[in-house]
C-alpha cells in the first residue's frame, strides 16, 4: 500500500485548505486510514479518520473544522480544513492499515502505512 500525499500550501487565519492523499496498492474502502501531524516533541497526533465510510475525530483543536472523506472511485482521502488558525501549522500525514485486522487501537502505532507528509503553514 502507497499513500501519497499532496495539497499543502500556505494560508491565512480563517482560511481553508484540502490534502488529498492518493492511495495504490488497496481500495480505500478496505482500510481504516486516518491523518495525523506532528505535534510537540515530533509526536504524531491523530486528527480524523474514517473506517468503511464512518469517520470520526481524535479529541484536538482540529474537532469540528477538520473533515475526513474519501472518494472509492478515485482511490483517493481527502482532509478538508476551515478556519485554519497558526496553530494548526504542522506537517500532516496520512496513515492506513487493513480494516479487517484492526483491533481497536487509534495511536499512530496502530497504522502500518505511511505517506511522506504535506504542509500547511497558516499566518496570522
Known amino acids: 500500500v502507497q499513500l501519497v500525499e499532496s495539497g499543502g ?3 491565512q487565519t480563517g482560511g481553508s485548505l484540502r490534502f488529498s492523499c ?5 481500495a480505500v474502502n478496505l482500510l ?3 491523518w495525523f501531524r506532528l505535534g510537540p ?3 504524531r497526533q491523530g486528527v ?6 464512518i469517520n470520526g475525530a481524535y479529541p484536538t483543536s482540529a474537532r469540528g473544522r477538520f473533515v475526513i472523506s ?3 472511485g478515485k482511490n483517493i482521502l481527502y482532509l478538508q480544513m476551515n478556519d485554519l488558525k497558526p496553530e494548526d501549522t504542522a506537517s500532516y500525514y496520512c496513515a492506513a492499515r ?3 485486522s484492526w483491533c481497536g487501537g487509534r495511536s499512530a502505532a496502530d497504522f502500518d502505512y505511511w505517506g511522506q507528509g504535506t504542509q500547511v503553514s497558516v499566518s496570522s
Do not use: E, F, L, P
Not at 492518493?22 to 488497496?26: C, H, I, L, T
Not at 480524523?48 to 465510510?53: A, E, F, L, R, V
Open 32 to 34: 481504516r486510514m486516518a
Open 41 to 43: 516533541g515530533n509526536s
Open 48 to 53: 480524523t479518520y474514517i473506517d468503511k465510510g
Open 22 to 26: 492518493a492511495v495504490s496498492g488497496a
Open 98 to 100: 487493513w480494516s479487517a
Open 9 to 11: 500550501d500556505s494560508v
Open 70 to 72: 474519501q472518494d472509492q
